[in-house]
């Protein structure tokens, strides 16, 4: 099961909590599992709605009194490693963007009010991405969603899931980074 919280920051007190159901078999809980468990995803807001990860056991929305909006079943699989999903979510616009590495291959924009899928980039070197993907507004006209991939960061158009460019640097293995801006 995975849990979401609600926790008034005055007091501490619980203000309610959910609970998800897994949808798919886990990976065992053994090997870099046991330092993260299955927990590694931080929920992310837009002030109306808490917006949750859960890796195989998908997306789901509450709005700020902990009633389900929607939920979405992004996949099953499992890298080779077997080390279960860590990255968290971003909000774009309408979108929610989900890097979904181990359960799809995948990064998916779902639309935030509905669960519809939007677009979908897919890859095999998505298999050992943990990081979180960052938007960066290149100049006046154009934003870039920016995803650290072993070997590689690619540049993504935000609207589409279009790749507009990538770079090579080398690093092989597991991509645990997030991009970070300056």
Request: net charge negative; aromatic share 10%.
């Given at each position: 099961?995975?849990?979401?919280?609600?926790?008034?920051?005055?007091?501490?007190?619980?203000?309610?909590?959910?609970?998800?159901?897994?949808t798919h078999p886990?990976?065992?809980?053994?090997?870099?599992?046991?330092?993260?468990?299955?927990?590694?995803?931080?929920?992310?807001?837009?002030?109306?709605?808490?917006?949750?990860?859960?890796?195989?056991?998908?997306?789901?929305?509450?709005?700020?009194?902990?009633?389900?909006?929607?939920?979405?079943?992004?996949?099953?699989?499992?890298?080779?490693?077997?080390?279960?999903?860590?990255?968290?979510?971003?909000?774009?616009?309408?979108?929610?963007?989900?890097?979904?590495?181990?359960?799809?291959?995948?990064?998916?924009?779902?639309?935030?009010?509905?669960?519809?899928?939007?677009?979908?980039?897919?890859?095999?070197?998505?298999?050992?991405?943990?990081?979180?993907?960052?938007?960066?507004?290149?100049?006046?006209?154009?934003?870039?969603?920016?995803?650290?991939?072993?070997?590689?960061?690619?540049?993504?158009?935000?609207?589409?899931?279009?790749?507009?460019?990538?770079?090579?640097?080398?690093?092989?293995?597991?991509?645990?980074n997030t991009i970070?801006?300056?």
């Amino acid at each position: 099961e995975r849990h979401l919280l609600k926790i008034n920051a005055a007091t501490g007190e619980i203000e309610w909590q959910r609970t998800v159901p897994t949808t798919h078999p886990e990976d065992a809980y053994r090997g870099f599992i046991t330092e993260h468990g299955y927990a590694s995803n931080t929920p992310v807001t837009d002030g109306e709605r808490v917006y949750a990860f859960f890796g195989k056991a998908g997306v789901h929305v509450w709005d700020m009194e902990g009633n389900p909006v929607w939920s979405a079943d992004l996949g099953g699989q499992s890298s080779s490693r077997l080390w279960g999903s860590a990255s968290s979510p971003i909000l774009f616009e309408d979108k929610l963007i989900i890097p979904a590495g181990d359960e799809a291959r995948a990064i998916v924009a779902l639309n935030k009010n509905t669960g519809e899928e939007l677009w979908r980039a897919e890859g095999d070197k998505m298999e050992h991405t943990y990081g979180s993907p960052v938007v960066m507004k290149v100049d006046d006209e154009r934003t870039d969603l920016l995803f650290a991939l072993p070997e590689e960061i690619w540049g993504l158009n935000p609207e589409t899931g279009q790749l507009r460019w990538f770079a090579e640097y080398g690093i092989p293995g597991n991509m645990s980074n997030t991009i970070v801006l300056a």
